[in-house]
């Protein structure tokens, strides 16, 4: 039966989306709501959540329902389910009533397997239909908006939670990228699923290389921002500032040196603010300057850059926004700047936000990662409680590595220390019993008896500080910011602290501030990813390939993403097809898009090679 199943997913995955197996959870996702379960799907920006859903639609009787927040958004998949040969629709308020009719009118012939509606509409609508329909399964999109402990919460996602009562039979799966661990434990709560089985994947995103530069000047910043443009010639990135007027002043001066940027923020007309999505998406208008205000909704998968001018306010954001670059798998870069200036600014930020202390801490460990001196991406995924015990290799920190030293023993001291302490002390107080002070507190507790007294004295205060730092980056301990900034041992801690690991090494601990002069005079090259790395004549043809792409997401008023991703012209630059049989076999091809589009691929590969046969 399992088997069956299997084998039938695997066929409309081939037939529709051309790709060959399944990434890690979608299968077992899929199986989980065949079998009529419910199910939460947890998978970054690029997981592939979308197939979880839309394999089950296409192999189940009736039509599945896609909730989604953003026309934006349900727009973009049912382009890119039509482009496949799906029958996807949507109903909403951008289309006449006579439109949405005619829509409803195919769902009740069977003739859409997907139908992309707001929350709002199919709670006022489902009553009508649920009797002439069969609904195969409920998917909650962007699920993380039912949730009021998230960064996007949406008051009309709760009228969710009587989905389940009233569709008793009915499987939900609930999908969402935040990685934010409050949001997450709070959706099946208010969705009314308590049985829904949970398909959670790593959150890391390995195709995007992470850099930081601390402390330079705005004129450095500048050249090193059109430094680093140059490099990725044309392709589409974002520039995210904290204030409106940044984002303005950014678009203002790269548009004086040349370049196709335009701004966008939230105190922009609405009809200007589609213009410049619009643009984004068509290729039209590479590069955008934003607040944050920019992203959600955007499905684009060839954003090859993020930049943040300043320092996001916290590392779910920082992560939500460079989760933007690279959505297609290929090479990404993030870049982000850090100042002095930018942490005053954000500490009035959240000093004023109304919730003073939790974002105080927020902005404190977003700090801490622009400072960091361990792999970036294992203090990013520490950060959200995620095992990940190498290093990356694809960070300016590995690329560029500090002194290391074997540091198990001081780890151990430290631990030692925070677990005679019965994990009911912060920072500061472990490190007067670590290098044995006298203060009057550490004596009244007794701390002076405890068997890692005075053991670090040989280190400075400031030497500690910095290695405690690291050990939290690296998941070895973790702060309990609900309790007092206790420090606390993770299980990863107490396999150290009981000799279970081989050694951990540690960044050595000196008073010359390393990225300070580095950052001033280095120029971060951005690791030469997959695209660059092509032979010459292999980025020609590419770039060809992407002109051919463009001129069909023309003609067809569809987004050159849409036709096909970087992936795939990747995949055919490489392969380079000249027949229908070579082009129907390329990953992501599937059958429709075979028809649709080998002649042009095949024609720009031939040209291409009768081209360079002749020089
Ligand atoms: P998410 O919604 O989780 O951000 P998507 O569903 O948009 O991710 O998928 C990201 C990209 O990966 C898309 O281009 C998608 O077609 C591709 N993809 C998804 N599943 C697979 C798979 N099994 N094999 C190859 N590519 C896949
Ligand atoms: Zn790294």
Aim: hydrophobic content about 40%.
């Amino acid at each position: 039966m399992e088997a069956d199943l299997k084998t039938r997913a695997l066929g409309v995955l081939h037939r529709f989306y051309g790709y060959n197996s399944f990434y890690p959870l979608q299968f077992d996702a899929i199986q989980c709501v065949m079998q009529g379960h419910d199910a939460v799907v947890l998978m970054p920006t690029g997981g592939g959540k979308s197939i979880c859903f839309q394999i089950p639609a296409l192999l189940s009787d009736g039509c599945a329902i896609v909730i989604s927040p953003l026309l934006a958004l349900m727009k973009d998949q049912v382009d890119a389910l039509q482009a496949m040969g799906i029958p996807a629709a949507t109903v909403n308020s951008s289309q006449s009533d006579n439109f949405n009719r005619q829509v409803i009118e195919q769902v009740y012939a069977g003739r859409i397997k997907l139908l992309y509606i707001s929350p709002e509409r199919l709670l006022s609508e489902v009553e009508q239909w649920s009797s002439q329909i069969k609904i195969s399964l409920f998917a909650i999109d962007e699920a993380h908006c039912i949730s009021q402990w998230g960064h996007d919460f949406r008051p009309e996602y709760t009228q969710l939670s009587t989905l389940r009562q009233r569709f008793p039979g009915v499987p939900i799966m609930a999908l969402t990228a935040t990685a934010d661990r409050l949001t997450r434990d709070d959706i099946a709560r208010q969705l009314n699923i308590p049985d829904a089985q949970l398909f959670m994947t790593s959150f890391d995103r390995p195709n995007i290389m992470l850099n930081v530069v601390s402390n330079v000047s705005s004129n450095d910043k500048m050249k090193m921002i059109t430094r680093f443009i140059d490099s990725h010639n044309g392709e589409s990135g974002i520039i995210y500032s904290l204030r409106r007027a940044d984002t303005e002043k950014m678009a203002a001066r790269l548009r004086t040196l040349g370049y196709n940027a335009a701004p966008f923020h939230a105190g922009m007309a609405t009809v200007e603010k589609e213009h410049v999505q619009t643009a984004f998406l068509n290729d039209d208008i590479p590069i955008v300057c934003a607040t944050i205000a920019f992203g959600m909704g955007i499905n684009k998968s060839n954003v090859r850059w993020v930049i943040h001018s300043n320092m996001p306010k916290s590392i779910e954001c920082y992560y939500q926004e460079i989760g933007r670059a690279g959505r297609d798998g290929m090479p990404a870069t993030a870049l982000m700047f850090y100042s002095f200036a930018d942490v005053i600014t954000l500490r009035s930020f959240a000093q004023d936000s109304g919730q003073a202390a939790l974002n105080m801490n927020k902005l404190q460990r977003m700090q801490q990662y622009a400072e960091s001196d361990v792999c970036r991406r294992r203090t990013l995924l520490s950060y959200f409680n995620e095992r990940y015990e190498h290093d990356c290799g694809n960070c300016d920190v590995c690329l560029n590595p500090p002194e290391r030293f074997d540091a198990t023993i001081v780890c151990q001291m430290a631990l030692s220390a925070i677990v005679r302490t019965g994990g009911k002390e912060g920072l500061s107080t472990i490190i007067d019993i670590l290098r044995g002070s006298a203060k009057t507190d550490i004596v009244a507790k007794g701390y002076n008896t405890l068997r890692t007294y005075g053991v670090g004295r040989d280190l400075s205060a400031a030497a500690w500080n910095a290695y405690m730092l690291q050990m939290l980056q690296m998941g070895i301990i973790d702060v309990a910011y609900d309790d007092y900034n206790h420090l606390r041992v993770t299980q990863f801690g107490w396999d150290i602290l009981k000799g279970a690991r081989r050694q951990v090494m540690l960044s050595k601990f000196s008073y010359t501030d390393r990225r300070a002069t580095a950052a001033a005079t280095k120029e971060k090259k951005p690791r030469q990813g997959q695209l660059q790395d092509m032979p010459p004549a292999d980025k020609e043809l590419f770039e060809q390939l992407k002109a051919t792409r463009l001129a069909i997401a023309k003609a067809q008023k569809i987004p050159p993403y849409i036709v096909f991703s970087d992936k795939v012209l990747d995949v055919i630059a490489r392969h380079r097809p000249t027949t229908r049989e070579e082009f129907s076999c390329l990953y992501g091809i599937g059958e429709k898009k075979t028809e649709m589009y080998w002649r042009p691929f095949t024609a720009a590969v031939k040209d291409y090679l009768s081209s360079h046969r002749q020089q």
